[in-house]
């Protein structure tokens, strides 16, 4: 069964930084784009950042271009994503994903289950 477990979230105040970790188990590992979704309440889950299978292609969301960072490591099975700066709109719940990068977007194929990022002002 694919597993893909979210840790590090939590509680930050605006201008600080988390480092979230996704690991991923039953699956190969390498074969699949790495993903990172957000969600604020009320409004659609958008995508975040995404890196290629072998990690030599990289795609994020242009809010968070300079602050933002993915990155794998397949000796692990786990995608980071290092925030920094944060911003209170950076404030959701954030989803780890594993899939396919069609056209210069990821397309989800297994979702983790989330964790929740809040930022204060």
């Known amino acids: 069964q694919v597993q893909l477990v979210e840790s590090g979230g939590g509680l930050v105040q605006a201008g600080g930084s988390l480092r979230l970790s996704c690991a991923a188990s039953?699956?190969?590992?390498?074969?699949?784009?790495m993903g990172w979704f957000r969600q604020a309440p009320g409004k659609e889950r958008d995508f975040v950042a995404a890196?290629?299978?072998?990690?030599?292609?990289?795609y994020s969301l242009d809010s968070v271009e300079g602050r933002f960072t993915i990155s794998r490591d397949s000796a692990k099975n786990t995608v980071a994503l290092q925030m920094n700066s944060l911003k209170p709109g950076d404030t959701g719940v954030y989803y780890c994903?594993?899939?396919?990068?069609?056209?210069?977007?990821?397309?989800?194929?297994?979702w983790g289950q989330g964790t929740q990022v809040t930022v204060s002002s």
């Open positions: 039953g699956l190969t590992f390498s074969t699949y784009a």
């Open positions: 994903a594993a899939g396919r990068i069609v056209k210069r977007h990821h397309l989800p194929t297994y």
């Open positions: 890196i290629s299978g072998n990690g030599g292609k990289i």
